[in-house]
C-alpha cells in the first residue's frame, strides 16, 4: 500500500486523516480508492472528465506527476504519495 497525505484544507473531508494507507498500481487507482472512502473530494481533486483537476499537484516520492505520467504514474508499496491543492492569496 501507498502512503495518500492529506493536506490540511482536506482534512475534514477524510474525517481529520493526516494520511491514509491506500491500495493502487498508479497514482489514478490511488485518486479512485481515495474517492471511494470520501466521495466528497472528488470535485475538488478531478475533473468531470476525470482528469487531475488543475488546483490540484500531486507528488509521488516528491516528484509532480504531472511530469511524469499524470494519473497513470506509477506507484509501489511504500511510495509517499503527497495532496497539494494550490492556494490563492498576496
Do not use: C, W
Request: charged share 20%; glycine share 12%.
Amino acid at each position: 500500500m501507498s502512503t495518500v497525505f492529506i493536506p490540511t484544507v482536506l482534512r475534514p473531508s477524510v474525517a481529520g486523516a493526516k494520511s491514509l494507507d491506500l491500495a493502487g498500481a498508479t497514482v489514478g487507482e490511488l485518486v479512485h480508492a481515495l474517492l471511494e472512502r470520501h466521495p466528497g473530494l472528488g470535485g475538488q481533486l478531478l475533473t468531470p472528465e476525470g482528469d487531475l483537476n488543475r488546483f490540484v499537484n500531486v507528488y509521488v516520492n516528491g516528484q509532480d506527476v504531472r511530469y511524469l505520467d499524470g494519473l497513470a504514474t506509477p506507484v509501489a508499496d511504500r511510495d509517499e504519495v503527497r495532496l497539494l491543492p494550490a492556494m490563492a492569496g498576496g
